[in-house]
């Protein structure tokens, strides 16, 4: 058993989990928490009470959270490397002049 692991009780849809995690467990708590109201959202939207089929959603909303932050990521990096490039050479014609 890896001593650092934590062992962490969580409930998601009605169904326990234990989960051994490296991290803070109330991360872990919280994420499933969070999991856990989006299923259950989905579930009252949809009228799916399926655990596969609203675990199935869920995961569809959050790829499609995550591709979003990840599109906003790369773009915040591009702005970051034109700025950089801005101040380099505002800064050569500083240090130039």
């Given at each position: 058993?890896?001593?650092?692991?934590?062992?962490?009780?969580?409930?998601?849809?009605?169904?326990?989990?234990?989960?051994?995690?490296?991290?803070?467990?109330?991360?872990?708590?919280?994420?499933?928490?969070?999991?856990?109201?989006?299923?259950?959202?989905?579930?009252?939207?949809t009228?799916?009470?399926?655990?596969t089929r609203?675990?199935?959603?869920?995961?569809?909303?959050?790829?499609d959270?995550l591709?979003?932050l990840?599109?906003?990521?790369?773009?915040?990096?591009?702005?970051?490397?034109?700025?950089?490039?801005?101040f380099?050479?505002?800064?050569?014609?500083?240090?130039?002049?």
């Open positions: 058993m890896d001593p650092e692991k934590k062992s962490v009780r969580v409930t998601i849809y009605g169904q326990p989990y234990t989960l051994r995690v490296a991290e803070d467990p109330r991360e872990v708590e919280e994420l499933a928490r969070e999991v856990d109201r989006l299923m259950e959202t989905i579930a009252g939207k009228g799916q009470g399926d655990a609203v675990a199935v959603l869920a995961s569809l909303h959050l790829a959270r591709r979003l990840e599109r906003d990521l790369a773009a915040l990096k591009q702005r970051v490397g034109q700025k950089s490039e801005q380099s050479l505002l800064l050569d014609q500083a240090l130039g002049e």
